[in-house]
């Protein structure tokens, strides 16, 4: 089992200065491991990257609010995430892992605690698919919360699993711009297909996330931003930003004050940016 990376220690103080009410769309706490146990199955160990750790970022990057998306290698044990929740005076929400055990009132407990959907992971390095008929039980039990669904796919899931998106009774979101790489162009089937769902359905929201893992140019990963355009034009209403803090499985390990200062290369005008880390994510998380 490999141990993955440690953050920056090093945050930049971005020169981009969010607006009041900005959101952290989707990052992670990890451990600290004697507290929160790591899972048994968990496919990588990651260094501990606490609560503490977590708000000390968004003081330094000028963000208020985050969504907390719970890590594979927590497994399906949320408390950690319901414990950063907890302690947040209100500023974090999250994303629960579950499965087929879990309880319409297990997961009625977690939406109490600040839970405000459930996540899938689809890529090969994490495990590959679920079982599609698990994850329908779950999100069935789940679906009369004000709740979405989070999917982590790789970019040719985008092309195998659309009827996966059309079926479901929540909203969906698509993390990392679905993990479309850089390198093959605008233009991949990937791609097109993602955009082209994302002008039909008023369901589907993508995360303008992970420049670092789609960049075939490395820091400050801006060969990533026509793709983050591109999301943002097909659907202003439907896209959140997010850091990805402290950033599992990276080739390349960012600074996150870069990841911010992209921001407003990916929304030039001030009433996308309002859209984009404020308004769009209030509408969907229910801050």
Same mark, same amino acid.
């Given at each position: ?126 495990? $590959? *698919? /679920?079982?599609? +008929? ?8 789940? #679906?009369?919360? %004000?709740?979405? &669904? ?67 140019? $490395? *820091? /400050?990963?801006? +060969? ?8 943002? #034009?097909?659907? %202003?209403?439907? &896209? ?48």
């Amino acid at each position: 089992m490999k141990t993955i990376a440690p953050p920056d220690p090093n945050t930049r103080t971005p020169e981009y200065k969010a607006p009041p009410g900005a959101c952290d769309s989707h990052c992670h706490v990890f451990g600290p491991g004697d507290v929160f146990p790591y899972s048994e199955t968990r496919k990588y160990t990651p260094p501990d990257a606490a609560k503490e750790k977590l708000r000390e970022l968004h003081d330094k990057l000028g963000i208020q609010r985050a969504v907390i998306v719970h890590a594979s290698c927590h497994g399906t044990d949320n408390r950690v995430t319901l414990d950063a929740i907890a302690s947040s005076n209100g500023r974090y929400l999250g994303v629960c892992n579950a499965d087929t055990s879990f309880t319409e009132e297990q997961f009625e407990e977690l939406n109490a605690g600040g839970i405000r959907g459930v996540r899938f992971n689809f890529v090969k390095h994490l495990g $590959g *698919p /679920p079982d599609l +008929d698990k994850m329908r039980d779950i999100v069935n039990k789940v #679906a009369h919360l %004000p709740w979405h &669904v989070e999917l982590h796919f790789d970019a040719k899931d985008l092309l195998e699993y659309e009827k996966v998106l059309d079926d479901m009774p929540l909203p969906v979101v698509l993390d990392h711009m679905g993990r479309t790489p850089v390198a093959d162009g605008l233009d991949q089937a990937p791609f097109r297909a993602l955009l082209k769902k994302l002008s039909d359905s008023d369901k589907l929201w993508v995360k303008v996330s992970g420049c670092e893992r789609i960049s075939a140019a $490395g *820091p /400050p990963f801006v +060969d990533a931003v026509p793709f983050a355009r591109a999301c943002i #034009a097909a659907a %202003p209403d439907r &896209v959140i930003w997010g850091t990805d803090w402290p950033h599992p499985n990276v080739k390349i390990m960012p600074n996150d004050g870069d990841l911010v200062d992209l921001i407003p290369q990916m929304a030039p005008e001030p009433e996308m940016q309002q859209k984009l880390l404020v308004d769009n994510p209030a509408r969907l998380f229910g801050f």
